[in-house]
């Protein structure tokens, strides 16, 4: 028995292709129309037991005039991108999808590939303000294993992103935490060199405090010592808190790295004792100057208040009620000004006091000279006795700070602030 051959492909040319298909088996471009034989009445169609008859009749009979089937004229020109006749192309087994005269066969999805390459994820860390780079890159979702694929993907995704993570803490914990801690111990000690360089300054300024009342007896003279101290006394301050605040926020990175890089406890331990020892030191020279700043503040506006008073005294001994008059206003304003700063940190109690009942004196003396221009003698000798009151309170040692108060005061501050710098030095 003689097997059965298709016709051949018109492009690839293969020749076994099913009776009645479609598209070849071989490039699955489509096929040709089968072409119409004519069969006798009964003989059943579709059917070909061998070559297709020329014609009906026995053999070696004429041939009749019946219409014959035209010649198949041969494969369409090609299109672009498409191979011609002729040319058969090589097709790996199992492979689904050719091109073809409109492109892919929509009856078949397209060839796995893989899922894409993921985008490299970056290496670098931002912790405790500074950047650090990972000594690996971190690994981007590997493609599923065919045997995870019964799992639901969300559940399988999460594991993997688990996975993911728990590498990524690992390097952290052994690669970069420790690095981290290396870096705030460096900084720890560069915060305290530059602490200790500054002990000279703040230590000028302390001898300032502790001779801030020594001033001119002229108000006029001590306006101008005192401007100038304030602005050391505060210049002075704002350097010992910018050094306290710096070493204790270097002590509050370690402390949290304490906990996450046991490597380095040792070094961090040794780092924060240091620390800790240099903040006690630099509060007590915070909480001295802050005093003195605070002082100053008061001793200003009541030296100007005293200048005031000084011009009302005076007009008062030439008889000018006009000019005696004209300072009270501003008088007032600067003694209500350090009454407002009286009772802030590190002032003793004597300050406040004192400060009104000067501007009880103030208020008595305009009294007075409303008396004096009214001619009230009754209330020229009320005023006159509140303002001699007052007076006499301001001496009394309830209202008057001694000497030596900065000097009690600030000194033991001073000792405990040059003992710190002196350990940061020595490395103790």
């Known amino acids: 028995m003689q097997a059965y051959q298709s016709p051949p492909c018109p ?84 492979y689904q999808q050719q091109p073809g005269a409109y492109g892919p066969d929509p009856g078949y999805g397209a060839y796995p590939q893989g899922a894409p390459p993921a985008a490299a994820q970056g290496t670098t860390l931002r912790l405790f303000g500074q950047t650090f780079t990972l000594p690996l890159a ?35 914990f052994i690669g970069v935490i420790p690095a981290i801690a290396s870096s705030q111990i460096s900084a720890a000690s560069q915060s305290l060199t530059t602490a200790t360089s500054h002990q000279g300054k703040i230590d000028a300024v302390f001898t300032q405090a502790l001779t801030l009342r020594a001033s001119p007896s002229d108000p006029n003279a001590a306006k101008v010592q005192f401007d100038k101290l304030a602005k050391s006394l505060n210049d002075g301050l704002g350097l010992v808190q910018s050094d306290e605040s710096a070493l204790t926020s270097v002590d509050q990175r370690l402390t949290v790295l304490q906990w996450v890089a046991p490597s380095k406890s040792a070094g961090i331990t040794a780092a924060r004792h240091r620390l800790t020892g240099a903040i006690a030191g630099l509060k007590q020279a915070d909480q001295a100057l802050t005093a003195a700043v605070n002082e100053v503040k008061v001793i200003q506006p009541y030296n100007d208040a005293l200048i005031d008073y000084g011009k009302i005294g005076a007009a008062l001994a030439k008889h000018d009620l006009v000019g005696a008059g004209a300072p009270y206003p501003d008088a007032q304003q600067k003694i209500e000004l350090a009454i ?20 009880d004196v103030l208020l008595n003396t305009e009294s007075l000279i409303q008396a004096i221009q009214s001619k009230d003698t009754a209330g020229i000798k009320k005023s006159t006795d509140a303002m001699n009151a007052a007076l006499k309170a301001m001496s009394t040692p309830e209202e008057t700070v001694p000497a030596d108060y900065e000097t009690k005061t600030f000194a033991p501050m001073q000792k405990a602030y040059d003992a710190a710098m002196k350990a940061i030095k020595s490395g103790s």
């Not at 971190?138 to 694929?149: G, T, Y």
């Not at 019964?150 to 993911?164: C, D, E, K, L, S």
């Open 11 to 94: 492009y690839c040319g293969a020749t076994w292709n099913q009776p009645g298909a479609q598209a070849c088996a071989n490039c699955r471009n489509p096929l040709p129309p089968p072409q119409p034989s004519y069969a006798p009445p009964g003989y059943p169609q579709g059917q070909q037991p061998g070559p297709p008859p020329q014609g009906y009749g026995a053999p070696n009979y004429p041939p009749q005039n019946y219409p014959q089937q035209p010649e198949y004229p041969g494969a369409p020109p090609a299109y672009p991108g498409q191979p011609g006749p002729g040319y058969p192309t090589y097709v790996p087994p199992g």
């Open 138 to 172: 971190l690994p981007a979702l590997p493609a599923l294993p065919p045997a995870l694929l019964q799992f639901p993907q969300g559940i399988v995704r999460r594991a993997a992103a688990v996975a993911v993570a728990l590498i990524v803490v690992l390097v952290l």
């Open 340 to 359: 407002s700063y009286s009772h802030a940190a590190g002032l003793p109690p004597q300050i406040a006091k004192q400060v009104s009942s000067f501007g």
